[in-house]
């Protein structure tokens, strides 16, 4: 069985500060994982994804993750905030081939203070 | 390259009544996935094929919910006598299976309120 729990169901960050979202996952197998955003009332769209190649994974936007084997963690972090990146965003694992449905997070919901 | 599409994007029912929903997958993806989403929650897994097989179903796909994909390319996600706890949106993914790791593309979702 795999989850991701996402820790803060919401988070605010001044324009221009450090964006940190965090994900922790457990997993029996060694998984893959992935960070999404949802903007209101649309799908989700794909940030970045894990899958055993390089630990330190940079995404769209300025966005980037680190996976912590010894952590169960891949944490979500942004250098400086832009108002655009208001939204929620959701941590999700799967496993290798054979079982790619992903389970996701509870989601954290970004705000950015002007 | 257009993206995964879905139809419609909202549906407003009375409750006991029949919904069908169509997922038009990025052109080519053999693997197709419907996940659920309530509000506050994260998407939940119902099902998916590969081509024109469902492979897998959630427990959480009752018997009133029925998924297709009869020529592997659309599918189409019917709910029998709608409740009120099947108001959700209704995500539809697609992906290729020995590719870019199995990444799903989304779509932009159907909402469904039953009264």
């Known amino acids: 069985a795999q989850s991701v729990t996402q820790l803060g169901s919401h988070v605010s960050v001044s324009e221009g500060a450090l964006v940190l979202l965090r994900c922790n996952y457990s997993?029996?197998?060694?998984?893959?994982l992935f960070w999404y955003v949802q903007y209101p009332n649309q799908g989700l769209q794909l940030l970045l994804k894990?899958?055993?190649?390089?630990?330190l994974v940079k995404g769209i936007n300025g966005f980037e993750a680190e996976f912590k084997k010894s952590e169960t963690s891949f944490h979500l972090t942004k250098p400086s905030a832009h108002m655009r990146d208001a939204a929620e965003y959701f941590c999700?694992?799967?496993?290798?081939?054979?079982?790619?449905?992903?389970?996701f997070g509870t989601g954290t919901r970004l705000t950015i203070i002007p | 390259d257009t993206g995964v599409s879905q139809d419609p994007r909202h549906k407003i029912t009375k409750r006991g009544q029949n919904v069908t929903f169509r997922c038009d997958p990025i052109?080519?993806?053999?693997?197709l996935y419907w996940y659920r989403q309530t509000l506050g929650q994260g998407p939940e897994f119902l099902t998916y094929f590969q081509n024109e097989a469902q492979l897998e179903k959630s427990r959480l796909l009752s018997d009133r919910f029925s998924a297709e994909r009869p020529k592997g390319s659309f599918s189409t996600l019917e709910i029998q006598r709608t409740e009120q706890g099947d108001s959700a949106m209704y995500l539809c993914?697609?992906?290729?299976?020995?590719?870019?790791?199995?990444?799903?593309?989304f779509g932009p979702g159907t909402r469904l309120l039953v009264l």
């Open positions: 997993s029996s197998v060694p998984p893959y």
């Open positions: 993914a697609s992906s290729l299976v020995g590719t870019d790791q199995e990444t799903q593309y």
């Open positions: 052109s080519e993806h053999n693997r």
């Open positions: 894990y899958t055993s190649a390089a630990t």
């Open positions: 999700a694992v799967s496993g290798r081939i054979g079982n790619e449905k992903l389970t």
